[in-house]
């Protein structure tokens, strides 16, 4: 079973940068797409940023220019970093790996990210 785990939430001021952190239990190189995903309290689950196998990279509007989603492949890890954060980017933040044949879908346990002054 795979397991992604998340760190690098905390509490920030905004304006103030925050970089998460996650660690996948075996190589990332299996997956066919990694990405972040958060959750705020009351809302569904949205996809924040993501990157294919191909280097294909998404975000979300909300996010665009502000966060960016890296990956080490020497470490099994991947990355958000998140600049010039912003009261409504408070939420708990999920890891998450796509297998698309056979379709497999895998989450870390989440951390959160709170941003107030």
């Known amino acids: 079973q795979v397991q992604l785990v998340e760190s690098g939430g905390g509490l920030v001021q905004p304006g103030g940068s925050l970089r998460l952190v996650c660690a996948a239990s075996?190589?990332?190189?299996?997956?066919?797409?990694m990405g972040w995903y958060r959750q705020a309290p009351g809302k569904g689950r949205d996809l924040v940023a993501s990157m294919s196998r191909g280097n294909s990279g998404y975000y979300s509007d909300s996010v665009k220019g502000r966060f960016t989603i890296s990956r080490d492949y020497a470490k099994n890890t991947v990355y958000l970093q998140m600049n010039n954060l912003k009261p409504e980017d408070t939420a708990v933040y999920f890891c998450?790996?796509?297998?698309?044949?056979?379709?497999?879908?895998?989450w870390g346990q989440g951390t959160q990210v709170t941003v107030s002054p």
């Open positions: 998450n790996a796509d297998h698309w044949d056979p379709e497999l879908h895998y």
């Open positions: 075996e190589t990332i190189f299996r997956f066919d797409k």
